[in-house]
């Protein structure tokens, strides 16, 4: 059996990544996408979002069982020092810790870029996802009142948000994720025992 890892997403992950997430948009309210994106499209997610963005996966035995990544929370440039957040974990690798390390190593990585807060948005109740964010320093921060209808019925939305470093006055601009992969801060987030 070989160690887990934590690693930037590839194209080729793609497939992969669709399986994890396809039961969220078919069967879940994790996300309010309805209509399975395919792999084709999210490959190019991949792609576009690492353009700016980190993308993460965990891997165990060649497989992936988890990702992660972090997004634009809003497109005026003020906010370009805030980021919403977002992690999936396949259903046969729930309960392990997984969640929490990955999502660990996605904040460290924003954090290393210059972003000041991350944001978690959370289709209510959404008990665990809640008790993860909260157990990671994440505060709630509002709700949006039965913002999306899926499956049947409404929901309502809670946001969380999380200071990952004071800000500054002014601020440095963000690093663009590729201009950071190969800095030895990212590879010894990456490097270190994910347990």
Same mark, same amino acid.
């Given at each position: ?24 948009? %078919? ?57 919403? %957040? ?22 460290? %990585? ?16 959404? %008990? ?68």
């Amino acid at each position: 059996m070989l160690k887990p890892m934590i690693r930037i997403a590839h194209n080729e992950d793609a497939a992969a990544i669709h399986a994890i997430y396809a039961p969220s948009i %078919t069967d879940g309210v994790a996300t309010f996408e309805t209509e399975l994106p395919g792999v084709a499209a999210m490959r190019e997610r991949i792609h576009a979002r690492l353009q700016y963005y980190p993308w993460l996966v965990w891997e165990e035995d060649g497989a992936v069982l988890a990702y992660a990544y972090a997004g634009r929370f809003r497109e005026r440039a003020a906010y370009d020092w805030i980021a919403e %957040t977002s992690i999936y974990v396949r259903a046969d690798a729930h309960r392990r810790g997984i969640a929490r390390r990955l999502y660990g190593v996605l904040l460290d %990585t924003m954090r290393l870029q210059g972003i000041n807060q991350a944001v978690g948005v959370i289709t209510l109740p959404g %008990t665990v996802s809640v008790a993860m964010h909260e157990a990671m320093g994440f505060s709630a921060a509002g709700v949006w009142r039965q913002c999306g209808y899926k499956l049947g019925q409404w929901w309502d939305v809670g946001v969380w948000q999380k200071e990952l470093q004071p800000a500054a006055s002014p601020p440095q601009p963000v690093i663009p994720f590729p201009a950071m992969v190969e800095s030895t801060d990212l590879q010894r987030l990456l490097a270190a025992p994910p347990g």
